[in-house]
């Protein structure tokens, strides 16, 4: 219902003609005849004193009355909290709209509005509609974070808002934005967005190796499996097919090791030397790349990291290591006697086989 009709129909109720209602509020006939026909609006300095006459509130006068706001509100939450469900990302966006124009504070429905805008820009080819689209976007993002108090609100907008630029082509400003989230793998996340070209390429590649790090590591502890020691072996050779491992080196060499451990037990002793003369080699290039002032990969996946190494000082080496493993392990008693085996516990490079 209009603010015309309720008029209308709260004169009606108290019997009262245009004539009388303009008399009491001491204005034209005219006027009321605007106001219900919604030609016009009163002033709103007149809304108190008829939501006095017909003892209503104002809320009422304009539609807003507790209840329909609250069920308003409800429709609002409802739709926004379904939102990612929609695929229909144009009649999403139009609800956004309306929630953002009935409730402009409410920060979860401008984050809501900005990146429904993001979504509905993605398939346009008009070129000035996706540019308009995406800096609609930014701005409502902007607004996010510049008001909220909300952390989860906040890092959700500090990540559309670097989307949103990087895809309209404000890459410099974009990375402003990626710069200012605190937590490191999620910045290094944001980056990619930000970067081109070959600094972005590196920058993907040396956030490739660190999670490569991490799966390994957690691939490593959490099971301790012949499926477990395959998997980290094939992952590497996959990722440096080239065989330059560099410090991928000592993962090699403790996976052999254990391996070879876990051979023992099911006294499978020809399948023990094989990953045990592995692990050697591993030692022995490891101990090689620890006296290496830079680390170089040249495998086409990681042919962009070059990091400073930190020289060794050390005596001991990985294939000291290797050789107290070996000479320390009562597993390993049953073969401790073979040549094989002999030859992996001494100082020098065992010879091939």
């Given at each position: 219902m209009s603010f015309g009709q309720r008029i209308k129909a709260l004169r009606r109720e108290a019997n009262m003609t245009q004539e009388?209602?303009?008399?009491?509020?001491?204005?034209?006939p005219q006027a009321v005849s605007r106001w219900e026909t919604d030609v016009a609006m009163p002033d709103i300095s007149l809304l108190p004193p008829i939501a006095n006459l017909f003892n209503v509130t104002t809320d009422h006068l304009l539609g807003m009355d507790t209840y329909q706001k609250d069920l308003r509100k409800a429709e609002f939450d409802e739709a926004f909290h379904e939102y990612w469900n929609r695929d229909d990302k144009e009649k999403n966006y139009q609800i956004a709209l309306r929630a953002v124009a009935e409730y402009p504070g409410n920060m979860e429905y401008v984050e809501w509005l900005a990146s429904a805008e993001y979504y509905v820009a993605m398939p346009i080819t008009d070129d000035s509609?996706?540019?308009?689209?995406?800096?609609?976007?930014?701005?409502?993002?902007?607004?996010?974070?510049?008001?909220?108090?909300?952390?989860?609100?906040?890092?959700?907008?500090l990540f559309g808002i670097v989307l949103a630029l990087s895809c309209n082509h404000k890459k410099e400003e974009a990375q402003k934005?990626?710069?200012?989230?605190?937590?490191?793998?999620?910045?290094?996340?944001?980056?990619c967005w930000c970067l081109e070209g070959k600094d972005k390429k590196r920058h993907c590649q040396h956030l490739t190796n660190t999670k490569l790090n991490?799966?390994?590591?957690?691939?490593k502890f959490g099971q301790?499996?012949?499926?477990?020691f395959d998997a980290i072996e094939?992952?590497?050779?996959?990722?440096f097919p080239d065989g330059n491992f560099q410090y991928y080196h000592n993962?090699?060499?403790?996976?052999?090791?254990?391996?070879?451990?876990?051979?023992?037990?099911?006294?499978?002793?020809?399948?023990?030397?094989?990953?045990?003369?592995?692990?050697?080699?591993?030692a022995e290039e490891m101990t090689k790349i620890n006296h290496q002032k830079?680390?170089?990969?040249?495998?086409?996946?990681?042919?962009?990291?070059e990091e400073e190494h930190p020289v060794t000082d050390s005596d001991i080496t990985d294939v000291d290591d290797l050789i107290r493993y070996l000479n320390n392990s009562s597993c390993f008693d049953p073969i401790r006697e073979w040549d094989e085996f002999k030859a992996l516990t001494v100082k020098q490079k065992a010879s091939a086989t």
């Open positions: 009388d209602l303009a008399e009491l509020l001491s204005i034209s509609e996706y540019a308009r689209l995406l800096e609609n976007s930014a701005k409502h993002y902007k607004i996010v974070l510049d008001n909220t108090n909300d952390t989860k609100l906040y890092h959700k907008a934005y990626a710069l200012l989230e605190e937590n490191e793998e999620k910045r290094d996340e944001l980056l991490s799966f390994l590591f957690q691939l301790t499996s012949f499926e477990a094939k992952i590497l050779n996959i990722m993962t090699l060499q403790y996976n052999c090791m254990s391996k070879a451990f876990h051979f023992c037990n099911v006294k499978q002793y020809d399948k023990v030397i094989f990953e045990l003369k592995k692990a050697r080699y591993h830079t680390i170089k990969f040249t495998a086409p996946l990681f042919s962009l990291i």
